[in-house]
């Protein structure tokens, strides 16, 4: 039976594709990439004709497409850390091609560093407010705790971006909680995206070609989550010859193999990695393990590999294949019988197809599929219990762009997610099967949405990047939906300044249900059924950005406001695992975050590096309901994650061709907190003991002290050996002057020597890590 297009669609895309037919021109396109030697698309290169004016970005692929007028040009193209080269090119009564492969520049330390998007120049044109894009060259260079890059831990040095504590890889943005990240890896979904229990995350460096963060005004094409999108891309492989890289640290050691399938037809890149603290631990508990009373020490190690390749079928059709698999795994066997095991991990894969039907219209399709799992198990003699969740999505999906002017950029597509979610399976069996029991509680859910946006550069000081989605989910008979606009504007009021404004709305359709008071991780993802409805915000944001110092540094200003609705929080006492009814023990509230972030960036220059500086307020308003008193008695309370002042400096200097000198400084405000504010001794009975009970204000009423660390690097790069193309040796020193940082706060028991009675209780502050000085050594040949 055939259906009508709704009205208010037709109506909406009527409006969105109107402007393209007034301003559509005839004019000739320049198509083409931008690589480096190793035949790796470069992201955010800058293409440009300076005397018309006119330029563009490459695509996270390195592909870039520029609308000229007839006739013969001088294009630029450039790319922070490859040398700058200029093509001509003549336009006459067709389109043309530019392929462009861009040197390293000669004073650069090897493959991998971060930058931001592009030129500064581009930050300042983009209609986009609140994202930013990084490579992996600057990852490297920076100094790292047991010298482990991690790409999040970059992503902390941003304003709006906040860390879970010391040592973690979580991620609070603009006052979201750390579920409502959207968090990608070549179009599928990372649901744990840590190892190590937070410290490190699953993002090895040597395979991430790029990372987009968007904080607001998120493109209409990504949906799902709240508080920001991570989109990261892995590199394609060396299309030109073989080669090897890694490195050896302290705590870890990686590899990767990289090279052609078919020269300049297509490429594969295979990396792993492992870290070997159980090499260490085994062999201790082996010589100890007669001693007595001795305690043996927790055998844990993390590994992970990725993979990816990519062909091309012709001049139009190119085809990649994608996947990441990784494991954590956690394993305790005591003298008395009592063994422990935990084991968590992501498993994601991407098969995509990319076809041009014509110089202004493209398409990407792809299926991919994730899955998280973790699994805990204990054993006592012969008596065994398991406890385990995970949750399994399948994803199709088509996006594409049409280019009709060089005025226009429009994007549509389509996505759909069918779901798995193993809430909770519970096992329980002694070894002469005297107990057996097993329980498992799962749920299915379908996710899908359609969208369109539309980029128009509407003058030379006027754009508007606007669109909207349209979401949906269902559960069993639940289903829901929303509307969700999208609008970002930039007006320029001079050649080196702009403001910028934008509005977004979102829907989240699964939650994070996660105890924090346990000791490890017990995470389980649950659909939006029965009570639990989806999740909402809206977030409107505005700025200003300033080139100074003819183009040298660029500043940046922004204020925000989020309002959400239907957030998630547990009763007090609430039972997470295996409970068939778990969302009766969900409570439902409110939220705002509001700030301004300030930014100066400098990226060009022996010297380079961003000072930021965030100031933010976070609440949450959960009011009585069902027949409880909801949380904190129904008054504003701040979460865990809110910060009031977020400060952070990052400095690279090149100090010769071989040296560079790298340092970092952090200091924010301390977590929220909630500690007693005093105590009461109660007698039930005359002549009992007394029982001292601690009196709680209200919910995180404290604040931990400030948390502030310098950490500082050198990167020595080595001459070039038989056995090592590049090389180069990094020195980093973790927290420098040793700052003990907080981590938690416990009370000690103040008592009398002589009776032995408790006359007082003492906090006591327990930090995680002093200073911590690492050395890795990276190679490529």
Not at 548 to 562: A, C, I, Q, R, S
Request: net charge neutral; glycine share 10%; hydrophobic share 35%.
């Amino acid at each position: 039976m055939h259906r009508s297009i709704p009205p208010r669609i037709t109506l909406f895309l009527f409006f969105l594709l109107l402007p393209v037919a007034v301003w559509a021109q005839a004019t000739y396109k320049l198509r083409g990439t931008v690589r480096g030697t190793d035949g790796t698309g470069l992201p955010g290169a800058n293409v440009a004709v300076s005397r018309l004016g006119l330029g563009t970005a490459t695509q996270p692929d390195g592909s870039f497409e520029l609308d000229l007028p007839a006739g013969r040009h001088q294009v630029l193209v450039s790319f922070i850390g490859y040398q700058t080269t200029t093509q001509e090119v003549n336009l006459r009564q067709q389109d043309q091609r530019l392929d462009v492969v861009l040197p390293t520049a000669g004073n650069e330390l090897g493959e991998v560093v971060i930058e931001g998007s592009g030129t500064l120049e581009q930050k300042l044109n983009t209609t986009q407010m609140g994202v930013e894009r990084l490579t992996a060259r600057e990852a490297k260079l920076l100094p790292a705790l047991f010298g482990e890059v991690d790409i999040l831990k970059t992503l902390q040095l941003k304003p709006g971006v906040q860390n879970g504590g010391e040592g973690t890889s979580g991620l609070f943005v603009r006052g979201g909680s750390s579920d409502q990240n959207l968090i990608l890896l070549d179009d599928a979904v990372v649901y744990n995206p840590n190892h190590l229990f937070g410290l490190f995350s699953t993002f090895n460096s040597d395979v991430v070609q790029s990372v987009d963060l968007y904080k607001s005004g998120f493109p209409a094409q990504y949906g799902g989550r709240l508080s920001s999108v991570i989109d990261v891309k892995s590199r394609e492989g060396n299309a030109e010859r073989f080669g090897v890289s890694g490195g050896l640290g302290l705590i870890s050691s990686r590899l990767a193999v990289e090279g052609p399938i078919v020269k300049d037809k297509g490429a594969f890149i295979l990396a792993g990695r492992r870290t070997y603290f159980d090499v260490f631990t085994r062999q201790i508990n082996r010589l100890n393990k007669d001693t007595e009373d001795y305690n043996p020490i927790p055998d844990y190690y993390f590994y992970d590999l990725n993979l990816k390749a990519n062909y091309k079928l012709g001049q139009k059709d190119q085809v990649f294949l994608s996947g990441y698999f990784g494991n954590d795994v956690f394993g305790f066997n005591s003298t008395n019988g009592f063994n422990f095991d935990f084991k968590w991990g992501n498993r994601t894969g991407t098969v995509r197809w990319s076809h041009e039907f014509s110089p202004k219209l493209f398409t990407n399709t792809s299926v991919t599929g994730s899955r998280y799992v973790y699994d805990i198990t204990n054993k006592l003699d012969q008596f065994s219990f398991g406890l385990s969740s995970n949750i399994r999505d399948w994803t199709l999906r088509s996006d594409w762009e049409w280019r009709p002017a060089d005025r226009h950029v429009v994007r549509f597509g389509a996505s759909g997610t069918l779901h798995r979610f193993g809430v909770g399976s519970l096992r329980a069996r002694a070894e002469d099967n005297s107990l057996n029991i097993g329980q498992d509680i799962s749920y299915d859910g379908q996710e899908g949405g359609i969208y369109a946006s539309d980029n128009f550069t509407v003058s030379d000081k006027f754009a508007v990047d606007y669109g909207l989605r349209l979401s949906g989910f269902r559960s069993g008979s639940n289903e829901y939906g929303g509307v969700e606009p999208r609008l970002a504007t930039r007006y320029s009021l001079t050649p080196n300044l702009a403001v910028k404004a934008s509005y977004a709305l979102m829907y989240q359709y699964v939650h994070l249900v996660s105890n924090s008071g346990a000791s490890l991780p017990t995470d389980i993802w649950y659909p939006s059924r029965l009570s639990a409805r989806p999740q909402r915000s809206q977030q409107v944001s505005t700025g200003v950005s300033w080139l100074l110092f003819d183009g040298k540094l660029l500043f940046t200003n922004e204020v925000y406001y989020k309002w959400a609705q239907r957030q998630i929080d547990f009763r007090d006492g609430a039972q997470l695992f295996v409970n068939p009814d778990l969302d009766s023990e969900f409570l439902y509230g409110t939220g705002q975050a509001y700030g301004n972030e300030v930014y100066l960036e400098k990226k060009n220059g022996r010297t380079t590096g961003w000072i930021g500086y965030t100031l933010a307020w976070t609440n949450r308003e959960f009011a009585p309901q069902r027949g409880g008193p909801g949380i904190n008695q129904g008054r504003t309370f701040y979460p865990t994650y809110d910060r009031r002042h977020n400060l952070t400096a990052v400095l690279m200097h090149q100090l010769t061709d071989r040296v560079s000198l790298t340092g970092s400084f952090v200091f924010t405000s301390g977590n929220p907190t909630t500690l007693p504010a005093a105590r009461i001794a109660v007698q039930d009975v005359a002549g009992t003991d007394l029982e001292i009970v601690p009196v709680y204000p209200d919910r995180n009423s404290y604040r931990l002290p400030s948390y502030h660390r310098l950490d500082l690097g050198v990167v020595y790069k080595l001459r070039p050996r038989p056995w090592a193309r590049e090389s180069d040796l990094t020195l980093s020193v973790y927290n420098a002057y040793s700052r003990r940082n907080p981590y938690f706060i416990f009370f000690d028991e103040v008592k009398n020597e002589d009776t032995d009675q408790v006359l007082s209780y003492r906090a006591r502050l327990v930090s995680l890590f002093p200073i911590i000085p690492s050395i890795t050594y990276n190679f490529k040949f």
